[in-house]
């Protein structure tokens, strides 16, 4: 692909809101984690899709940690957006914050960055449009995309060594 035929990152960015009803929460009153991880794979799987404009599937999370419960009756608010593209993959990063529906109150809940591989007509991996990166965010997006993509391979090489 050539320069030209690059994409804006911000042109990627998804908005998703999920009001948390009781089916979507623990014993607690808060969401279930295994919840707002669909959620989280979920709004990132349409960030990478809106910028690869393939179907396209889930190759890794990395580290998921909740700072904060969302409680039934709050809203869970997911901001996605494609950070790198490294061929025929992407990573995608994730913030979820809560908002209290009376009071206007956010918090942060977690964030999390996805890997997407895009997949061909045949179904393998296909490479995708890169990243047009405009603004001082989105180039540091991408730097720290690179390293935590250069950490995951080196583990991943590690853990296969004999």
């Given amino acids: ?4 035929e690059a994409k804006p990152a911000a042109a990627s960015h998804v908005d998703v809101t999920h009001l948390v009803m009781p089916s979507d929460a623990n014993m607690l009153g808060t969401a279930f984690g295994g919840m707002v991880m669909q959620w989280t794979d979920l709004a990132a799987s349409m960030a990478a899709m809106r ?3 393939l179907p ?3 190759a890794s999370i ?5 700072l904060a419960p969302i409680r039934i009756g709050q809203m869970a608010i997911l901001s996605a957006q494609v950070n790198a593209v490294f061929g025929t993959s992407m990573e995608v990063g994730v913030e979820v914050v809560s908002e209290d529906p009376r009071t206007g109150e956010r918090r942060k809940c977690c964030d999390a960055f996805l890997t997407f591989v895009g997949l061909g007509p045949d179904g393998r991996p296909t490479r995708v449009a890169p990243l047009a990166l405009a603004t001082d965010a989105e180039r540091r997006r ?6 935590r993509r250069a950490a995951r391979l ?6 296969r060594a004999p």
């Fill in 142 to 147: 991408d730097r720290e995309a690179r390293a």
């Fill in 56 to 58: 396209v599937v889930t």
């Fill in 62 to 66: 990395d580290q998921l940690s909740f």
């Fill in 1 to 4: 692909m050539t320069d030209a």
């Fill in 154 to 159: 080196s583990l991943r090489d590690a853990l």
């Fill in 51 to 53: 910028h690869a404009r």
